[in-house]
């Protein structure tokens, strides 16, 4: 004869019964599981309503464990994590990693050859002339690009920080931390 049954919402089922002397538990995970131990448990003589109706009581009453309010702001920096890196895999997609590695040295020379027109630019000398483009033009080209890229980056690095200023700021409260959504407050980019 069953001697406990529960339901969780998040689709267990555990069992206990007697057999013999023997105490038995099962749990089932999965729902073909769940409907075998339920036929398990109606031919171990109880009724399958009774069952039923003692898995619904246990469902409706259940109250689930509070929840952990350092699990869930380490959930949430890992999601905002996510989020802010898939976002910024928009912005350099179309730009092989080894391209990307030069912006940098790009950014620099183009901004110094503005400044000063005498000023060595092996790089863009380089790029210029494989391209047909004067070197000035393809420095105005380059901070032009960088600038937006600064602007979009900027703004997505500042959304992250205020995410996380909202996680940092929420302490243990954990309904505040639940209702903190990461995907939201993102410029139009997606």
């Given amino acids: 004869m069953i001697i406990e049954l529960k339901l969780d919402a998040t689709n267990w089922l555990e069992a206990t019964w007697m057999d013999g002397a023997a105490q038995v538990r099962c749990v089932s995970y999965h ?3 769940i409907d075998m131990l339920r036929a398990d448990a109606a031919a171990m003589g109880t009724p399958l309503d009774e069952h039923q109706a003692m898995l619904a ?5 259940y109250v689930p464990p509070p929840a952990d309010p350092a699990a869930l702001r380490a959930a949430l920096s890992a999601q905002l994590a996510g989020e802010y890196e898939r976002r910024m895999q928009i912005i350099a997609t179309g730009y092989p990693p080894s391209e990307r590695e030069s912006w940098p040295v790009q950014t620099g020379e183009a901004r110094a050859l503005l400044a000063d027109p005498a000023t060595a630019t092996p790089w863009i000398d380089a790029a210029a002339a494989a391209r047909g483009l004067g070197r000035v033009e ?5 901070v032009a690009k960088d600038d937006a890229y600064r602007v979009i980056h900027g703004t997505l690095t ?8 909202a996680i ?3 302490g243990d409260d954990v ?3 639940q209702a903190i959504d990461v995907t939201t407050g993102w410029p139009g980019i997606s």
């Fill in 138 to 142: 393809l420095a105005h080209r380059i």
């Fill in 168 to 170: 940092g700021a929420a």
């Fill in 158 to 165: 500042g959304v992250r920080q205020a995410l996380e200023d």
């Fill in 57 to 61: 009581e246990w469902v409706a009453s």
């Fill in 175 to 177: 309904q505040t931390l």
């Fill in 31 to 33: 729902p073909t599981q």
